[in-house]
């Protein structure tokens, strides 16, 4: 034992309330200040990195210094160092400006910050995540049971859905993995998908050679067909065809496989059938876009990323399960210091994760705020500033080369224009949008997608004006 006195808390981390609201007050008037410089300004970096570089080298972390300081330069860092996708013209990937209540959640969060392992630690943030994930599920049309969890991204919740399709397609790979299967296992999914099934493969162990992936019909969907042909050949050939997974909204194009038709091919063979939706999923919470969802309601399990459409703050995707047991099997570990270990529902016992944020609260307060018709008018807003933009820029001799009923267009620049990348490279040189450039069915797009819940007809019309200036021959 020591008769030495503790020393107190570090001022520096731990400030006194005054001083605590103090920052919190700056803080909420800096950073509203900044969203309005943002919208007003341009959408690509204009900082001087080498600059930039310089001033964080000094930071040696030798001597302390002042928090307020700080946090000015950080917030000027940020505004002149990252493309907006804050920006109402930022018509880019799937990462919107995120709602006020998900920004709010994410305050919540950081000052309780519950250990989301466990429903013994944190019993009401795990009943609040898992009430959000039967509300989904009921929304998709799953049954009763339907259950899941959040997760960092939909590359993790696809990755979940490969374990549980590996476990419930031979219950020893759970401590055999692949050699306990008779031949190679194997996964479907189209041609447009993610690229990160790519990884998720080589993660999963069963390599990338495992991935087979569908060619389209030609409009951008997985053709069924052809599908069905892959599945039959690898089955004469001995291997083991474990998953199938059509894409709800194609992240180059916006398309909806044929889900019922790849969950009729996935029952016929005992094929676990998965729909990763994460950008379409929030279509469901439209009555009149929900039926371009149809045949998700057939599906094993789900994969929706809350920070795509329905516009929460980064990393909260969801996992939603059919038959939510097997997340039990596949992730079920037995751990006697964690507060509870004989709940089902505790994460760490279904999921890849163990120690996590409490990512559901930004969805729980969104949709608590607006509700599925909040939401609903919020998605089939975007779908309609995508019309205006379609209309305007087909108008203009340019042709759309996607036929998606979801908010992300492919354009193709009329005749006697430069290349696409030609045109997207002088596009973000000028700051005025952000866009990408593409392929789609074997053609150069340029690729448009509503992610700003307030862009206006007027941002439209400086995309279009931007775009054909961009296209010109000479300027």
Not at 173 to 195: I, N
Not at 417 to 432: A, F, N, Q, T
Request: negative net charge; glycine residues 8%; hydrophobic residues 40%.
């Amino acid at each position: 034992m020591t008769n030495e006195a503790i020393p107190p808390p570090v001022p520096a981390l731990f400030p006194p309330r005054e001083q605590r609201e103090r920052v919190d007050d700056y803080l909420t008037r800096a950073l509203a200040d900044v969203t309005q410089r943002v919208k007003a300004g341009p959408v690509m970096p204009d900082i001087d990195m080498a600059r930039f570089r310089e001033a964080l080298g000094a930071f040696d972390f030798r001597e302390p210094k002042p928090l307020e300081p700080l946090l000015e330069w950080v917030i000027d860092c940020m505004e002149h160092g990252t493309v907006h996708m804050t920006h109402p013209r930022y018509f880019g990937l799937f990462n919107p400006a995120p709602t006020f209540p998900s920004e709010c959640a994410d305050r919540i969060a950081g000052c309780f910050n519950p250990q989301l392992a466990s429903s013994g630690s944190s019993p009401v943030p795990v009943a609040i995540e898992a009430h959000v994930i039967r509300a989904i599920a009921r929304r998709a049309g799953l049954p009763g049971g339907a259950g899941g969890h959040f997760t960092t991204s939909g590359s993790e919740a696809n990755y979940t859905a490969l374990v549980c399709a590996l476990t419930r397609a031979n219950p020893r790979f759970a401590t055999e993995g692949v050699r306990a299967f008779a031949g190679p296992a194997v996964m479907y999914t189209s041609k447009e998908c993610q690229p990160a099934w790519h990884k998720i493969a080589h993660q999963a162990g069963i390599g990338r050679q495992s991935l087979r992936l569908v060619d389209t019909d030609g409009t951008g969907r997985m053709d069924a067909t052809k599908l069905s042909a892959m599945v039959e050949d690898d089955l004469r050939d001995g291997a083991v065809p474990v998953l199938i997974s059509p894409t709800a909204g194609t992240t180059g194009a916006g398309m909806v496989d044929p889900l019922e038709a790849c969950a009729r091919i996935a029952r016929e063979h005992g094929i676990w059938c998965h729909v990763d939706a994460a950008w379409g999923g929030a279509a469901l919470c439209s009555d009149r876009l929900k039926g371009e969802l149809a045949g998700i309601e057939q599906a094993d399990s789900v994969t929706i990323d809350a920070h795509k459409w329905f516009a929460t703050t980064m990393g909260c995707g969801m996992f939603i399960a059919r038959e939510p047991s097997v997340l039990n099997e596949a992730f079920g570990v037995g751990a006697d210091f964690m507060p509870s270990t004989a709940s089902s529902i505790d994460p760490y016992l279904n999921s890849v994760q163990w120690s996590r944020r409490f990512m559901g609260l930004r969805l729980f307060l969104a949709l608590g705020t607006a509700g599925w018709a909040g939401y609903g008018t919020h998605v089939e807003r975007a779908v309609k500033v995508i019309d205006q933009l379609k209309l305007t820029l087909t108008h203009l001799g340019w042709t759309a080369a996607n036929q998606s009923h979801l908010a992300v267009l492919c354009l193709i620049p009329p005749p006697e224009s430069l290349p696409v990348r030609e045109i997207v490279r002088r596009l973000l040189d000028s700051g005025h949008a952000w866009a990408a450039a593409a392929t789609f069915e074997g053609r150069s797009v340029t690729r448009v997608c509503v992610t700003h819940g307030e862009t206006s007809v007027e941002d439209v019309s400086e995309l279009a004006v931007a775009l054909q200036q961009a296209r010109a021959l000479s300027r």
